[in-house]
């Protein structure tokens, strides 16, 4: 199946000169939900931009559903939903009515019925006669949101939507997220929150710099570059790790007391029995051991550090 967006060789140079987008190459599939982390400046907001024809890139292109994002506009735009991650909306205008006129904007027909359902996925239904500035700030993110899915998108870029809102609207969020995945809608999300895009994406993609280091399906990464430890706690303290077991990936812990050995996802099974038998010939005794993965959020500040 052909990709719905397609980036190839995409590159942003402001007017004032700077590069913030330096060829980026990105399919992303219908249906899928892709994270996108890094770092601020990253680039992330420009090329969303771009793909939702807010922005002209400088070189490069970019398709959504086969059209071109510059050439057909129109078309492209009807298709993507975009909750940006800057507050403009209207203040005096109702929460009913901001969102309507969104989906009329983009040319599909009244249904009220669907702007009710909106409204109440995202807990808004009882503000929805109140002006925008008589909202909280996360509730006029909610707002953004509703508008973004006004006009029934295929495409639905979240940028940050999560910033700065409470766990109730976060949790509401994820609720919409995966009713959107199961009715076919490809999820385009930035966050800073990693662990926001480890809970629900389907793929990862790390910016920095103005360039993707890297993207992949979210449970290779964890696979490929998560390590684990197993952190045994010694019945008495050690002064080294003992010469038998030295160098395979064991160290000691503060005073001796813990014994730390460092394995990979992929090998871990057959390692750890040997190591047990070892420490028991070795008359190494533990009172508990227990383990520790990295997270997401590890693997990130590993690569986005290495990028620097
Ligand atoms: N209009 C502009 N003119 C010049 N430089 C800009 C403009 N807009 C953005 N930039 C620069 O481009 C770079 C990328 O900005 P962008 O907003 O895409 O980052 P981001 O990844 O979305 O960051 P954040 O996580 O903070 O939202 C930054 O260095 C920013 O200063
Ligand atoms: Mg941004």
């Given at each position: 199946?052909a990709?719905?967006?397609?980036i ?12 913030a987008l ?5 399919d992303?599939?219908k249906?899928?939900?892709l994270?996108?982390?890094?770092p601020?400046?990253?680039?992330k907001?420009?090329?969303i931009s771009i ?5 002209n890139?400088s070189?490069?292109?970019v398709?959504?559903g086969?059209?071109d994002?510059?050439k057909?506009?129109?078309a ?14 209207d203040?005096?205008?109702t929460?009913w009515?901001t969102?309507s006129?969104s989906r009329g904007?983009h ?7 669907h ?5 109440r996925d ?5 503000k929805?006669d109140?002006?925008?500035r ?11 949101i ?6 029934e998108p ?11 809102v ?17 009715s076919?809608?490809?999820i ?6 990693i662990?926001?895009a ?9 910016i ?10 979210k449970?290779t ?11 045994l706690d010694l ?11 030295d ?13 730390i ?6 090998h871990?099974?057959s ?6 038998s ?17 997270s997401?959020?590890d693997?990130f500040v590993?690569?986005v550090?290495?990028?620097?």
């Open positions: 199946m990709p719905i967006i397609s190839r060789n995409l590159t942003k140079t402001y007017a004032n000169g700077f590069q330096k060829g980026i190459d990105l992303i599939d249906g899928e939900i994270a996108l982390l890094g601020n400046g990253a680039g907001t420009t090329m793909v939702c024809g807010i922005a890139p070189g490069g292109t398709t959504v086969g059209h994002v510059v057909e506009f129109r492209t735009r009807t298709m993507i939903g975009l909750v940006p991650q800057e507050l403009t909306t203040q005096f205008e929460v009515n969102v006129f904007l040319g599909k027909k009244p249904d009220p019925a702007i009710e359902r909106v409204l995202l807990s808004l239904w009882d929805k109140n002006m925008l008589q909202l909280s700030g996360g509730m006029k993110r909610r707002v953004l509703a508008k973004a899915l006004s006009h295929q495409i639905l870029f979240l940028d940050e939507p999560t910033a700065g409470d766990v109730t609207l976060r949790k509401d969020m994820w609720h919409v997220v995966e009713r959107l995945r199961a076919g809608v490809t385009i999300l930035t966050t800073h929150y662990e926001e480890e809970e629900i994406a389907d793929r990862v993609g790390v920095n710099g103005g360039k993707l280091l890297l993207v992949e399906e449970n990464l964890m696979a490929k570059l998560g390590r684990k430890q197993l952190i019945a008495e303290p050690l002064d080294a790790v003992p010469r038998s077991l160098g395979n990936g064991l160290s000691l812990g503060p005073n001796g007391m813990t014994l050995y460092d394995f990979d996802a992929e871990e099974q390692s750890i029995a040997v190591l047990l070892r420490l028991a010939t070795e008359g190494i005794h533990f009172k508990d051991l227990s383990t520790r993965q990295s997401l959020e693997i590993s690569l550090g290495e990028g620097q």
